[in-house]
């Protein structure tokens, strides 16, 4: 199901650029938008243009079907808290769950 919600789609820009470790100021930067800009548009108060929106979604390092379409919210959330745990550890931790990760990945195919 397609997002039609400004609101919605900034969550989820949020979280993603949460997941990566990114600040706001460093999205905005590297999508040529001012901080006020892009911070508007994650609070769902801006109606950006297509180009502004593929250009995020560009750093972002996502699709655009990924912001502008409804996934399971629950599945969404453990992801999230997956991923900020994971960006609170030390590196050599760090690297240890991503190998772990990986064994179970390799083990499925």
């Known amino acids: 199901m397609l997002i039609f919600d ?3 789609m ?3 820009l949020l ?3 949460k997941r990566l470790g990114k600040t706001q100021a460093e999205v905005a930067e590297a999508s040529g938008l001012s901080d006020r800009t892009y911070a508007d548009i994650e609070r769902g108060n801006v109606n950006m243009r297509m180009e ?3 250009r995020i979604c560009e750093v972002l390092h996502v699709t655009p079907d990924e912001i ?3 996934e399971n919210t629950t599945l969404l959330s453990k992801q999230n808290e997956i991923w900020e745990r994971l960006n609170a550890c030390n590196t050599k931790d760090q ?3 991503l190998q772990i990760l990986s064994a179970y990945l390799r ?3």
């Open 10 to 12: 900034g969550n989820k």
């Open 95 to 97: 690297e240890t769950a």
């Open 107 to 109: 083990s499925l195919d």
């Open 15 to 17: 979280a993603i650029r």
């Open 68 to 70: 502008l379409t409804c």
């Open 6 to 8: 400004f609101h919605t």
């Open 52 to 54: 502004t929106f593929l």
